[in-house]
């Protein structure tokens, strides 16, 4: 397809931008505030039974969790991990049994703020709630300084949450949990999409952490360096404990509750570089998603070439203020989402690159 060079300039001046805005801002520097200590007992779970429908997901399942427990989740996508972490809190009540919490319990929940993001809002904002200022165990810090130590650059940390990409949401969230004090910490598949980089920081941050932590992930380094017992969810319905992490659990021989994506069994048992490497092209999806965007590109500038040419003309200013002010707010949708489509376009063809040159590697 020939591309229209008005475009490619535009194109080659935002990749310009991009790699400025990419450039490192500094290492990454991860600190979560931590509340006052929690009760001994966190956690108590006498015989729970939880399904939907005729699908059974915890059954009769007893678990003391104590304050400075480091627990991991495992298993396949959909047998249940995230339902049992909100029946650990209370967001669900169980059906059968009981969940009772311990005293003076601060949760901070990554999957919750995952839900709760709002897109309109700055990352900044989204953070410290429309302050300059967040308070990290006991000292103010600048929000914007804050947020570069989770490689979010000043301008980056203006900018609405709508235009970050997957990793960048995953960092935003962790930024915005570990700025609220937490004795307890639920962490529902914080990795997905971080750099290796923060992940080694986060891992550090949180060995150190001195609450109690549950957290649900199918990166086996990640678990095997961070907790110090793991809940699997294994073939025959059963849910046990281990000591140890995802390493230790693979020597008893035991395999994992099977789901209509047994491929997530081998991904978790493989080393985290192997998984990180084996990826040599886009998804189906995000591949048919680039090959469409010059099409989408073009249509949205045919729109706004009719839009521009209905302003030139010379009556246009004298119709009434608000059709006036609706045509002028069209035209800026337009344009914003031209702008969009090249962001888009760009980010899907420097993974594509980036995907291309490992696999040449």
């Known amino acids: 397809r020939t591309r229209n060079e008005g475009r490619v ?30 009760g001994r007992k966190v956690v108590t779970v006498r015989n729970i039974s939880y399904g939907y429908g005729d699908k059974p997901l915890v059954h009769n399942l ?54 709760d993001l709002d897109l309109e809002r700055s ?18 810090r600048h929000v914007v300084g804050y947020l570069k130590g989770f490689l979010f650059s000043p301008k980056r940390a203006l900018s609405p949450v709508a235009t970050l990409s997957g990793g960048e949401r995953n960092r935003l969230i ?48 990640f678990l095997d360096n961070v907790v110090t017992s793991i809940l699997v969810f294994e073939a025959g319905d059963r849910i046990e404990e281990y000591v140890g992490g995802f390493s230790d659990w693979i020597r008893h021989g035991k395999q994992l509750a099977e789901t209509d994506s047994p491929a997530a069994a081998q991904r978790a048992e493989e ?32 729109e706004i070439a009719a839009l521009e040419a209905r302003i030139s003309e010379p009556e246009f200013y004298q119709q009434p203020h608000e059709q006036v002010q609706d045509v002028l707010a069209e035209l800026a949708q337009a344009k914003a989402a031209l702008d969009s489509a090249l962001q888009r376009w760009v980010e899907l063809e420097e993974r594509q690159q980036s995907l291309q040159g490992s696999r040449s590697d």
């Open 123 to 140: 990352v900044a904002d989204t953070v410290a709630d429309g302050r300059d200022f967040v308070r990290i165990n006991g000292k103010d």
């Open 62 to 115: 007893s678990l003391k969790i104590v304050r400075g427990d480091r627990i991991g989740l495992v298993g396949n996508n959909g047998v249940g991990k995230s339902t049992l972490l909100r029946l650990l809190i209370g967001e669900l009540k169980p059906q059968k049994g009981t969940v009772k919490l311990g005293t003076n319990l601060a949760i901070g929940y990554f999957d919750q703020l995952r839900r």
């Open 174 to 221: 962790l930024a915005r949990l570990f700025a609220q004090p937490s004795n307890l910490l639920i962490l529902d598949e914080p990795t997905n999409d971080l750099d290796v980089e923060t992940l080694e920081v986060l891992e550090q941050r949180l060995v150190e952490y001195t609450g109690t932590l549950l957290v649900v992930s199918h990166d086996r380094a």
């Open 271 to 302: 080393p985290r570089e192997l998984r990180r490497s084996r990826s040599s092209k886009l998804s189906y999806k995000l591949q048919r998603e680039l090959d469409q965007l010059p099409e989408r590109m073009s249509s949205i500038e045919v």
């Open 9 to 38: 300039r535009s194109l080659q001046q935002m990749r310009a931008i991009r790699e400025q805005r990419l450039k490192p801002q500094g290492g990454a520097h991860i600190q979560i505030d931590q509340a006052e200590a929690s």
